[in-house]
């Protein structure tokens, strides 16, 4: 059975173009990615899923009268085309009710920190204000909080003494591109199990 992939993005896009070559290079069996939604027209994300030739969903949160009448045009969106997961790549807005409910257990989200520590927006810049030694990426389920979802995978990036925010911004997108993509694989093979806050990789039958 084919995984039908929708992947939110609201700004550049590296990720989901990592992810929509992983499938179309054959690393990424059983996916296919059938939608990029996007809540920024005039995101660099939009180019890239032209080029790639990837349907977007665009629309625009100011036009809406709040969150629950757009996402419940979202999960329109993705009910027609047979969507069964959602991966949030660098989309910046926290998920509510509509989409939650529709969708439980089965949306991941991406963060440039090793939760729970430095939640939220600018995870890299707080990181290197804190003066940690370590940091690093995290995929997760998502819940109603910000951040909060129970862990799936997570790898380190060390923080080198000279690092500014774009320094280790490029080493933390590197890591990013890898894991998001192992991790899609592991939902696609039904090798993730959920258990509370809990989550466990099943090996290779």
């Known amino acids: 059975m084919v ?21 179309q290079q054959g690393q990424l069996q ?10 920024k027209p005039g995101a660099k994300v939009l180019e890239r899923a032209e080029r790639l030739g990837i349907e977007a969903f665009v629309f625009d949160p100011k036009a809406y009268a709040g969150k629950a009448a757009f996402e419940a045009e979202i999960v329109a969106e993705l009910q027609k085309r047979g ?37 939220g927006k600018d995870a890299i810049g707080q990181a290197l204000a804190y003066g940690v030694k370590v940091t690093g990426v995290t995929v997760h389920f998502v819940d109603a909080g910000l951040d909060t979802g129970p862990i799936i995978a997570q790898l380190p990036v060390v923080v080198e003494e000279n690092d500014t925010e774009q320094t280790l911004a490029g080493r933390i997108h590197q890591v990013e591109h890898g ?7 592991l939902l696609a093979a039904d090798r993730v199990k959920l258990d509370g806050r809990q989550v466990r990789v099943l090996p290779e039958s």
């Open 179 to 185: 894991l998001l993509v192992e991790v899609i694989g």
């Open 83 to 119: 969507v069964s997961l959602v991966v949030l790549a660098g989309y910046m807005r926290l998920v509510g009710e509509t989409l939650l409910h529709a969708y439980e257990g089965r949306i991941i989200n991406l963060h440039p920190s090793l939760l729970p520590a430095f939640t």
């Open 3 to 23: 995984r039908k992939l929708a992947i939110f993005a609201s700004g550049s896009g590296s990720n989901f173009e990592a992810i929509v070559q992983a499938v």
């Open 30 to 39: 059983g996916v296919e990615v059938t939608l990029l939604v996007c809540d």
